[in-house]
């Protein structure tokens, strides 16, 4: 890993169109702004992470028969 | 075009009827193309079959259908991919966890729909600003018979 020291308005340049800012530090805690072309998406890694999880867990559901709508309300009842 | 799928054995799938997802869903970026198995209309979920893995699919259904409050805004430039968009076209659906053991306890993951550009049948899931929960369980509001469903999209320009 690339590991580089910034100061509060200093930044680094990622490729031709990136650029991530260091706007302030507080506490443990560091704000950072990024600006990127719009299909680049950003996201904070724990959000990501928790997606990718969650498509994991719904990709093993099994070829169960899916519930009509009239079956639904005997599980709601079945879960009260 | 006849696909194949673990689950399902083989299925007849027209070329128009093909969703594409260029980025894929989050964790599985092999698949970009995929059917959605509607047949069974008095069932409120549908299967997302992937045409590149056999063994992918995952359940969706219609957020509004068990939460008609789901509101959520998209910005423009997160759904560039999409094509030229026209705010009636889109839709949008989550992806549902059912355990096995019991699939009363399904759970639906609202911080990360998919919208679908229904006139260019692209598609991408998008991971929400609002802090939506990814395990929303399902059936608790559930309504005796299908709501008409709103519109739950509003698109800005931009979120930044």
């Given at each position: 890993m690339l590991v580089l020291t910034r100061k509060i308005t200093e930044g680094i340049t990622i490729g031709p169109n990136i650029r991530v800012i260091v706007l302030e530090i507080k506490g443990g805690q560091v704000r950072l702004g990024i600006e990127a072309p719009h299909a680049v998406q950003v996201h904070r890694d724990e959000v990501y992470a928790r997606i990718l999880e969650e498509n994991q867990q719904a990709a093993r559901?099994?070829?169960?028969?899916l519930p009509p709508f009239t079956q639904l309300q005997d599980l709601v009842k079945k879960k009260a | 075009m006849i696909i194949h799928t673990t689950r399902f054995g083989d299925i007849e799938c027209p070329e128009e009827k093909i969703v594409k997802i260029?980025?894929?869903i989050i964790g599985f970026p092999a698949s970009t193309r995929y059917l959605i198995l509607?047949?069974?209309?008095?069932?409120p979920f549908k299967w997302l079959q992937s045409l590149d893995q056999e063994e992918l699919a995952f359940v969706i259904v219609d957020p509004v259908w068990f939460k008609p409050d789901y509101r959520v805004t998209i910005a423009l430039d997160e759904i560039?991919?999409?094509?030229?968009?026209d705010e009636r076209e889109l839709v949008m659906f989550v992806i549902l966890t059912i355990p096995s053991d019991d699939p009363s306890c399904m759970t639906a993951n609202l911080r990360g729909p998919v919208v679908v550009n229904?006139?260019?049948?692209m598609a991408k899931q998008l991971i929400l600003r609002?802090?939506?929960?990814?395990?929303?369980?399902?059936?608790?509001?559930?309504?005796?018979r299908p709501v008409t469903v709103g519109h739950s999209i509003s698109l800005v320009e931009c979120h930044r």
């Open positions: 559901t099994d070829a169960v028969r | 260029p980025s894929g509607d047949h069974d209309r008095d069932v560039v991919e999409l094509g030229p968009v229904a006139e260019t049948r609002d802090d939506f929960p990814t395990r929303a369980p399902v059936l608790h509001g559930v309504p005796a």
